[in-house]
């Protein structure tokens, strides 16, 4: 019987990962990279004798498909992606994929900011007492994972791109974290089409699985109310009483589900901001659902570290606090990095803009930010936007340069903020080389 063909457009981490479940699951695998694909999974391929090529896309090599899995950055505009569709040909995702071979309970979450944070502290109160796995858009592939490790739970962290491509995916416990304006020059700059996309995290639930969402956020709210969903719900929020679900009372995170409570008092939390006792409840009322211990989560929700490039404390010089914010890719979360400054601060701005709208941060540059560096190829609208409100903006396109003259604007007691509010790839391959090429010029100091 002749295999069915299986090709892979992108030879990244979701790339690979999938191609070696696909071989496993008896597909005929093919992955097709127009980038350069990276030695480290090159040698994977080759290892595991799956036919590749980088540095172009062979359409006689990829039309034959059966099925088409797209790396997420891919866009559905893409000429190539255009003809697989109208050639018939069913395009999925790596976390589309990867499901339909797992009975695993799947945790899946999403929203335009917090999401890689309350993944993983979602996954860090599981891990307690539970064996689970950490995939999707953080940690190692989930196709990867189902294969080799196949954790009976998986805390997924999922992008919009990533829904875009689902069919039948469905999440036990769904947690829609937020959504402002993102990524809208991928949704032809409809605000509509983005959170659509979002939602689609649950348009495959019942009413045996549960959503947990933001009761704040009015995006969802007026949306849900619109579109209900078939599942359980279960908000949250900091200015509400919730019933079933998590409000805040007091300095007390107060969590309810089928009438069993969880109280946690706030101050002992260890990431702080408003922003973080949210991703808090979230994260918790997944472990409360979970059946993980009440004492349990007050204990991890205490010693959890936090992530990488998230308001990250990297060095203090001359007792100026040098903060790694690098996964601030939108407004809103730079929105949130400038709320929780509580000094003066050098503010390192800038990137690819998707259609950004800074007027919300306008208050806190007023009120915190002493000098802003910008950092981009093209630094117009920052410096149009900014340029009356600070005595000191200055243009670079070198991460190291940026670093020395924050060193040099900064004094005693006062912080330098990367957080830049846009993507990175004009000056990097993502916001980790952006992150780690900030600390690395903060040490080099």
């Known amino acids: 019987m002749k295999k069915e063909r299986l090709v892979i457009l ?14 496993a699951k008896g597909y005929d695998v093919f992955v097709s990279d127009q980038g350069i694909i990276k030695e480290k999974y090159k040698e994977v391929l080759i290892h595991n004798e799956i036919e590749f090529e980088g540095g172009k896309h062979s359409e006689e090599k990829i039309l034959t498909a059966k099925m088409v899995m797209k790396s997420p950055g891919i866009p559905d505009k ?51 007492e539970l064996n689970v796995g950490l995939a999707g858009n953080i940690g190692d592939s989930f196709a990867k994972q189902i294969l080799e490790k196949n954790h009976p739970n998986y805390v997924l962290e999922i992008s919009s791109f990533q829904l875009d491509d689902i069919k039948g995916f469905r999440p036990h416990i769904a947690v829609l974290t937020n959504i402002t304006p993102d990524h809208l020059d991928r949704y032809e700059y409809q605000f509509e089409n983005y959170i659509a996309s979002k939602f689609r995290i649950a348009e495959n639930q019942t009413k045996e699985d549960y959503f947990i969402y933001d009761a704040d956020d009015e995006v969802i709210e007026k949306w849900l109310k619109a579109h209900p969903v078939q599942s359980t719900l279960l908000p949250f929020s900091l200015t509400k009483t919730i019933e079933n679900g998590a409000y805040l009372d007091k300095e007390n995170i107060k969590i309810t589900i089928d009438n069993n409570q969880i109280i946690m008092p706030t101050k002992n939390l260890a990431l702080e901001g408003k922003h973080n006792i949210k991703n808090a409840m979230a994260a918790s009322t997944v472990a409360h659902l979970l059946k993980i211990r009440k004492q349990t989560i007050r204990e991890s929700l205490e010693n959890f570290q936090g992530v990488e490039h998230r308001l990250e404390n990297v060095l203090k010089i001359n007792k100026v606090q040098y903060i790694n914010d690098s996964k601030a890719t939108n407004v809103n979360a730079t929105y949130y990095a400038l ?9 390192i701005v800038g990137g690819v803009d998707k259609g950004n709208d800074y007027q919300e941060l306008f208050q806190f540059v007023n009120e915190k930010v002493k000098a802003i560096i910008c950092l981009g190829v093209d630094n117009k609208k920052l410096m149009d936007s900014f340029g009356n409100m600070v005595d000191i903006i200055v243009e670079t396109e070198y991460m190291s340069e940026a670093v020395k003259i924050a060193y040099k604007i900064a004094e005693a007691g006062e912080n330098v903020l990367l957080s830049p509010a846009c993507a990175s790839f004009d000056l990097f391959e993502n916001y980790e080389d952006r992150g780690r090429q900030f600390k690395d010029a903060v040490r080099n100091l």
């Open 339 to 347: 709320e929780s400054m509580d000094a003066p601060t050098v503010w």
């Open 10 to 23: 992108g030879g990244g981490e979701s790339g690979v990962g999938t191609a070696l479940l696909g071989k």
């Open 78 to 128: 893409a000429p190539l992606v255009k003809q697989i569709r109208a050639n018939g040909i069913e395009i999925v995702s790596e976390i589309e994929f990867a499901s339909k071979f797992t009975n695993a309970t799947l945790v899946g979450i999403t929203g335009s900011n917090g999401k890689t944070t309350t993944a993983a502290l979602t996954h860090h109160l599981l891990k307690q």
